[in-house]
């Protein structure tokens, strides 16, 4: 189960949620929305040449990444698939309240419908993006789709480390199209061992606020 969880404001004003008992926050501090544009849509989703992207999230958390790539599948007119993996999704009571909207032209609504998609099940949220919610531990990863980007979101290796371990990313990479890219905020140098290990190139590029690098890593 869960720990108790607190929505937070971080200093771009953007929501994060806390976990006390681990210590741990869903997002950087230095800026939520700040922290996702840089990490996941500059570094991974605008990597990506293609018109139709097939995305796996590993940690669909709080929603912010799912919705600033919905938002720029709108501006770009890309059609995106997105399959998010959730062990412990947020109860209505904390995605309700969160502020990102405020600073992402006033999209609630589409948070909302994000949040509220049926499990297991494929949504069209927009003309342009689909997504599928997983409720399932990412280290029993499988899945029909073979991917072009992955999203690493899991909490951090000093938390889970088991969910940054070779296996995980071996059977992640068995969905993977040649090329395909996985971005994570983290730089360890373990974790950049065991993506090696898995068959990818790790690379270390700078990070946002807060953060001086990020990996970005190319399978095959």
């Not at 976990?19 to 544009?37: A, D, R």
């Not at 412990?88 to 509220?116: C, M, S, T, V, W």
């Not at 998609?117 to 997983?134: N, Y």
Request: net charge negative.
């Amino acid at each position: 189960m869960m720990a108790e969880r607190r929505i937070e404001q971080t200093a771009d004003g953007s929501h994060t949620i806390f976990i006390p008992e681990l210590g741990e926050h869903y997002h950087s501090i230095h800026g939520s929305i700040n922290e996702s544009l840089h990490v996941f849509i500059e570094n991974g989703l605008k990597r990506v040449r293609a018109s139709k992207i097939r995305i796996l999230e590993v940690g669909f958390g709080t929603g912010l990444n799912a919705l600033l790539t919905c938002l720029n599948s709108q501006s770009s007119e890309s059609q995106i698939y997105y399959e998010s993996w959730e062990k412990y999704p947020l109860k209505p009571e904390e995605y309700q309240i969160l502020n990102f909207a405020d600073y992402l032209g006033g999209n609630h609504r589409l948070l909302l419908q994000l949040h509220e998609a049926p499990w297991e099940v494929p949504s069209q949220i927009t003309d342009h993006f689909t997504l599928i919610k997983r409720a399932g531990d990412i280290r029993n990863f499988n899945s029909d789709h073979l991917f072009d980007l992955v999203y690493f979101d899991a909490f951090g290796p000093a938390i889970q480390p088991d969910l940054w371990s070779t296996a995980v990313f071996s059977s992640i990479a068995q969905t993977l199209e040649d090329e395909a890219i996985l971005v994570t905020y983290s730089v360890k140098g373990q974790i950049r061992r065991n993506l090696k290990e898995a068959g990818f190139r790790a690379t270390k590029v700078p990070g946002p606020k807060g953060k001086r690098e990020i990996t970005v890593a190319f399978y095959g």
